[in-house]
């Protein structure tokens, strides 16, 4: 791990904590803030992610934007919601308008992000799934 990245773990065991952390990163991002989930299916990413939204004040109900790739929600700042699941790369990314988005005026949080370039200041959160239903929760990069 290079200087400057800071890395920290959770353990969640519900749901309802995953969202709870969610609400607690949204303490840390700011505009054009991005969050990059990785994790396989099941992992928690989508509780995550409504949790960081509810923390932005957004209170429409945050679904998985699979099959429309991009969701944006209104909230103290522009919320986007990105499944890149179905991205084939960068270039799909760039079609949809992806780069305007992450270096817009928003926070955006990118599901199965390992499928597109990221920035480096991303903060890269890795969800696992544990016995007894647990989740172990990496985070890299909150400090900025």
């Given at each position: 791990m290079s200087a400057g990245h800071f890395l920290t773990e959770f353990i969640s065991s519900s749901p309802e904590e995953t969202m709870a952390l969610g609400e607690r990163i949204a303490r840390f991002l700011h505009q054009g803030s991005i969050v990059a989930l990785r994790g396989g299916l099941g992992a928690g990413k989508t509780y995550l992610t409504k949790g960081i939204a509810r923390g932005l004040g957004v209170s429409e109900e945050v679904t998985s934007p699979t099959y429309t790739i991009i969701s944006e929600?209104?909230?103290n700042l522009p919320f986007y919601h990105i499944d890149a699941y179905r991205?084939?790369?960068?270039?799909d990314f760039s079609a949809l308008g992806g780069e305007e988005i992450l270096y817009g005026a928003?926070?955006?949080v990118i599901e199965w992000s390992e499928r597109i370039s990221i920035p480096e200041y991303a903060i890269i959160v890795e969800l696992e799934i544990r016995e007894s239903n647990h989740r172990k929760i990496l985070i890299r990069n909150l400090e900025r």
């Open positions: 929600y209104e909230g991205l084939q790369g960068d270039d928003g926070v955006s």
